[in-house]
């Protein structure tokens, strides 16, 4: 079966924020979407932010670096949503992907700027991946329920 939206979360290093998300979705959503992430800058993921996602029993299929949005663009990948989940003071730099049917901006606190324990840190990365889920559960509903027709 061929997931209804395909969807590109996307922020500057892609190694939370977009991850987390990505991997939300795939769980929230399941087969209804196909969900990929990418950054403009693309780092190895943030240990905090696969820790966040054990917590609720996720895990990344890959924590190396993952290909950038240029890859993806440059591979002709389409995608029905590209959502960038930068935070405000980055936001700037969040790429735009041309050629998609809809761009979001969703700005989420950037885990890479957290200091403190790693408890500390750790507690605010669950928040972003709190504020993530609810976020990604609101717009679902937001959603036809009927299956489009792929382009």
């Not at 895990?59 to 440059?74: A, D, I, R, Y």
């Not at 969040?94 to 408890?119: E, I, N």
Request: charge should be neutral; charged fraction near 25%.
């Amino acid at each position: 079966m061929t997931a209804e939206f395909k969807v590109l979360f996307v922020c500057v290093h892609n190694a939370a924020r977009s991850r987390i998300a990505e991997a939300l979705l795939r769980k929230l959503g399941g087969s209804r979407f196909d969900a990929t992430s990418a950054g403009f800058e693309p780092h190895e993921a943030n240990p905090l932010a696969v820790e966040a996602l054990a917590r609720i029993g996720l895990s990344l299929p890959f924590t190396g670096v993952q290909p950038s949005v240029f890859e993806l663009f440059k591979a002709g990948r389409p995608f029905d949503y590209v959502i960038g989940v930068c935070d405000e003071e980055q936001g700037q730099r969040c790429p735009v992907f041309a050629g998609m049917t809809q761009r979001l901006y969703w700005s989420f606190p950037d885990p890479a700027t957290f200091s403190g324990t790693h408890a500390e840190q750790l507690d605010r990365v669950i928040e972003v991946r709190d504020a993530i889920e609810a976020r990604l559960q609101a717009w679902i509903q937001t959603l036809p329920t009927t299956t489009r027709v792929r382009r």
